[in-house]
């Protein structure tokens, strides 16, 4: 899709380490820049579209990205294991790809970096990593995204497999506790505490059904699924039948007009809930990766298409030469402060913004698996 090349080079052409035109937390809030997921989003998506198109700048700047943060000792500025927080695990992802690419070996050390604080994370009473150490006793869905693909991975490269049945049960475990039986859908955040005032006393659940929380889960299976070696045969049965029911769950709810879903994903019919970018795009991508690695059967393939093709029928635009994306949920998280009380009201009073790269990259994961469909490896 030409218009969406146009736009990626657009990103790239404006961004720097210092200052990536997607990440728009950072602007807003005007901060230094850190070692985040969002980029590591956008990162881990300029290296998928590397592969497929082969153009060597995409690796040349994500590698120029990565080795800005990353020292050769492979420690990373503004990153501390010792915070606990699963989300700056995820741009260490790039790292596996960025070090079989160029062999430089301070991406490898970074890796062990960044496994160090898998090594630490606290956990629940189930096993589960804390999704933060600033929320103790707390599984977001968000955080199976962030780890652990990273964790599977590093595991099977250099631990010898050791414990990935650690990272099994934990998913295994957020079916078990976080999954709602009537719609299949599952609940943004647990709380094993119940202790958190936005959690239900007896279940200690959120309220809701977070678009974007779901697609992050989506993608932490379909991503974990692709890793796993033909020795856990039986736990990839079982991750991927637990993926093809959230996907049949999802598909009810998917707008027939745009192939998009809803923020709050089972009340698209009240006001002000939207059909929001971030989540949709996801959608589109799993499905059609999960089509592609065989764990879908190819009838599925229209429904993540038609989600690709309604997000840049509605959102992708282009006004004064720019070319911008729109209906991104900025952030939507739990706790902290008392207004992230999970509500419907508070998922709909969160910002929505154009081009952040909690929508940009997994729009671009999104073309980049029409792009293996088109060349026949679907």
Same mark, same amino acid.
Request: hydrophobic share 35%.
């Given at each position: 899709?030409?218009? &969406? ?21 950072? %602007?807003?809030?005007?901060r ?5 997921? %969002? ?8 290296? #998928? ?5 082969? /153009? ?23 990153y501390?294991? &010792?915070?606990?927080?699963?989300? +700056?695990? +995820? ?5 596996? /790809? ?16 960044? $496994? ?18 600033i $929320? ?15 964790y ?10 050791? +414990? ?10 957020v079916?078990?506790?976080?999954? /709602?039986?009537?719609?299949? &859908? $599952?609940?943004?955040?647990?709380d ?11 279940t ?6 977070? &678009? ?22 039986? #736990? ?7 993926y ?15 192939g ?5 994903? +089972? ?12 989540g ?37 635009? #282009? ?51 029409t792009l ?7």
């Open positions: 899709m030409e218009i &969406l090349d146009r736009y990626i080079d657009q990103l790239l052409k404006n961004s720097t380490p210092q200052a990536p035109a997607w990440n728009i937390e950072k %602007i807003r809030q005007g230094k820049p850190s070692w985040n997921y %969002i980029d590591g989003c956008m990162i881990k998506a300029i290296l #998928e579209l590397y592969h497929i198109k082969g /153009d060597p700048k995409y690796l040349e700047f994500a590698d120029s990205f990565i080795d800005y943060f990353v020292q050769e000792d492979g420690s990373v500025t503004s501390d294991p &010792l915070e606990y927080n699963l989300d +700056n695990i +995820n741009a260490g992802k790039t790292l596996f /790809d960025l070090y079989a690419l160029t062999s430089r070996p301070k991406y490898r050390k970074a890796m062990d970096t960044i $496994y160090s604080q898998i090594k630490g994370q606290p956990r629940t009473s189930t096993g589960n990593f804390w999704h933060k150490q $929320y103790p006793n707390q599984i977001w869905l968000d955080g199976l995204y962030m780890a652990q693909p990273f599977m991975q590093y595991e099977l490269a250099y631990n010898e497999g050791k +414990n990935c049945r650690d990272s099994y049960q934990q998913f295994l475990n079916y078990k506790l976080m999954r /709602d039986t009537r719609n299949g &859908l $599952y609940y943004h955040a647990y094993d505490s119940r202790e958190s005032f936005w959690c239900d006393k007896v200690g659940l959120s309220a809701n059904f977070w &678009l974007r929380a779901l697609g992050w889960y989506a993608m932490a299976l379909i991503d974990t699924l692709e890793i796993m070696p033909a020795s856990m045969e039986e #736990e990839k049965t079982e991750l991927s039948r637990i093809r029911e959230l996907i049949d769950s999802m598909l009810p709810y998917q707008d027939e007009e745009t998009m879903w809803y923020q709050v994903v +089972n009340r698209g019919g009240i006001a002000p809930n939207y059909l929001e970018t971030s949709s795009a996801i959608f589109a991508y799993a499905i059609m990766k999960s089509v592609r690695l065989g764990l879908l059967d190819s009838s599925y393939y229209i429904y993540g298409k038609k989600a690709y093709e309604g997000v840049c029928r509605k959102y992708l635009s #282009e006004k004064d030469g720019q070319l911008q994306l729109g209906g991104i949920c900025l952030v939507a998280g739990l706790g902290n402060k008392e207004m992230r009380e999970g509500t419907f009201d508070y998922y709909m009073r969160e910002p929505v913004v154009q081009n952040d790269a909690k929508g940009v990259a997994p729009l671009i994961l999104a073309y980049v698996e293996h469909s088109s060349s026949g490896t679907v």
